[in-house]
T-cell receptor
Framework: GEDVEQSLFLSVREGDSSVINCTYT??????LYWYKQEPGAGLQLLTY?????DMKQDQRLTVLLNKKDKHLSLRIADTQTGDSAIYFC???????????FGRGTSLIVHP | DGGITQSPKYLFRKEGQNVTLSCEQN?????MYWYRQDPGQGLRLIYY???????QKGDIAEGYSVSREKKESFPLTVTSAQKNPTAFYLC??????????FGNGTRLTVT
């Protein structure tokens, strides 16, 4: 079945870059998403990438996709304390309404 | 402002009582979803609806019920049959073939 895997925790120093990794198993994945969840809140869509792309950059965020290895990463440059949150990776096959979510990676940013 | 409104933010109930969580969207999205979030378990799909007057069970539908009488509304009832109802509940909506947009969640506590 479909599966999306993420490590549960990542700790970084303020000002450093953060890299959050995700692997997925569904080879028919067409859309890959990154969401951010702050404490007590819903999920906020950060960025997404189509499976025919290798990279997408949006200000401090860089998404890299390795389709061969089914590996997705989110890089946050110059990480700030406000970036502390849970980050969810999700994938969805074309024509399907239902995305599959990973369990989320808790990013902790310390001074 | 367009968005998804979940109410109330916090809800407390006694064991054995049914409780209904509200979800309203003014984004004109066709599809709506209910997820349950427990610590360390990510998101689990309860029910989803692709169109008015139609809905499908997700991975953990037992003990829950929904209705979709209007495009903008998708209420979730947590029945007394749900064995572990205490959780954070997230509602989402999406147009066809697009990312999900989430509400801010309802935290339900049953004692």
């Amino acid at each position: 079945g479909e599966d999306v895997e993420q490590s549960l925790f990542l700790s970084v120093r303020e000002g450093d870059s953060s890299v959050i990794n995700c692997t997925y198993t569904d080879s028919s994945s067409t859309y890959l998403y990154w969401y951010k969840q702050e404490p007590g809140a819903g999920l906020q869509l950060l960025t997404y990438i189509f499976s025919n792309m290798d990279m997408k950059q949006d200000q401090r965020l860089t998404v890299l996709l390795n389709k061969k290895d089914k590996h997705l990463s989110l890089r946050i440059a110059d990480t700030q304390t406000g970036d502390s949150a849970i980050y969810f990776c999700a994938e969805r096959a074309g024509g399907s309404y239902i995305p599959t979510f990973g369990r989320g990676t808790s990013l902790i940013v310390h001074p | 402002d367009g968005g998804i409104t979940q109410s109330p933010k916090y809800l407390f109930r006694k064991e054995g009582q049914n409780v209904t969580l509200s979800c309203e969207q003014n984004l004109n999205h066709d599809a709506m979803y209910w997820y349950r979030q427990d610590p360390g378990q990510g998101l689990r799909l309860i029910y989803y609806s692709q169109i008015v007057n139609d809905f499908q069970k997700g991975d953990i539908a037992e003990g829950y019920s929904v209705s979709r009488e209007k495009k903008e509304s998708f209420p979730l009832t947590v029945t007394s049959a749900q064995k572990n109802p205490t959780a954070f509940y997230l509602c989402a909506s999406s147009p066809q073939d697009s990312p999900l947009h989430f509400g801010n969640g309802t935290r339900l506590t049953v004692t």
